[in-house]
């Protein structure tokens, strides 16, 4: 079984200051993880995913993760923020294994960016 | 290459009516799946179709179906829908392939029922 937990379904930063949104995950096989970012009323768009290629993951938008095994941890990061961030995040985890294209999701964070 | 699309953006229905619910995946996906997102219980799976299949299945009851066609379209049905049916109807599509296969997702389907 997998799970993704998201700590802090709301938070605040200003703009220009350091966003980290946090996640962790569980599973009992390797996993895939993903940050997804979602604008009112739209879909859900890809930020960058973990593929076990590199442990620091580059995305777009200025958005990086780095995912850490021993703390089964894959939080989400970006130096400086903007006001156009201002949406709700969310993490996810599929395995290698089974019924990978199944994405599990954490709760959501809502990030607010003020002026 | 044009995203994938859904077909209604938004719908209301009335508790017991049906309601269909389409979606068109990314031209050469083979994979799409459907989630429900809700306030109280986030986004959660509901079905993966791969190749006309129904391959993957959430912890959903029989109301709620699904199919795809030849040409990878897919349609979600709800029979008898519910109150708590009211969600926001995500459709994503892939390549179809295991494990790190993105999920893209289209602007979803806003399912309101009085």
């Known amino acids: 079984a997998q799970s993704v937990t998201q700590l802090g379904s709301h938070v605040s930063v200003s703009e220009g200051a350091l966003v980290l949104l946090r996640c962790n995950y569980s599973?009992?096989?390797?996993?895939?993880l993903f940050w997804y970012v979602q604008y009112p009323n739209q879909g859900l768009q890809l930020l960058l995913k973990y593929t076990s290629a590199a442990t620091l993951v580059k995305g777009i938008n200025g958005f990086e993760a780095e995912f850490k095994k021993s703390e089964t941890s894959f939080h989400l990061t970006k130096p400086s923020a903007h006001m156009s961030d201002a949406a709700e995040y969310f993490c996810a985890v599929s395995s290698a294994s089974g019924s990978a294209r199944q994405l599990t999701f954490g709760s959501g964070t809502q990030l607010t960016v003020l002026p | 290459k044009a995203g994938v699309t859904q077909t209604p953006r938004y719908l209301i229905k009335t508790r017991g009516q049906q309601v269909t619910l389409s979606c068109s995946p990314i031209s050469g996906h083979r994979s799409v799946s459907w989630y429900q997102q809700t306030p109280g219980q986030g986004l959660q799976f509901l079905f993966e179709?791969?190749?006309?299949?129904?391959?993957n299945k959430g912890n959903f009851p029989g109301r709620f179906s699904g199919r795809q066609f030849s040409n990878s379209r897919s349609e979600m049905n709800v029979s008898t829908l519910e109150l708590g049916d009211s969600a926001l109807y995500l459709c994503?599509?892939?390549?179809?392939?295991?494990?790190?296969?993105?999920?893209?997702f289209g602007p979803g389907t806003r399912l309101t029922v009085l």
């Open positions: 994503a599509s892939s390549l179809g392939r295991a494990g790190a296969d993105t999920q893209y």
């Open positions: 179709y791969f190749s006309e299949t129904q391959r």
């Open positions: 599973s009992s096989v390797p996993p895939y």
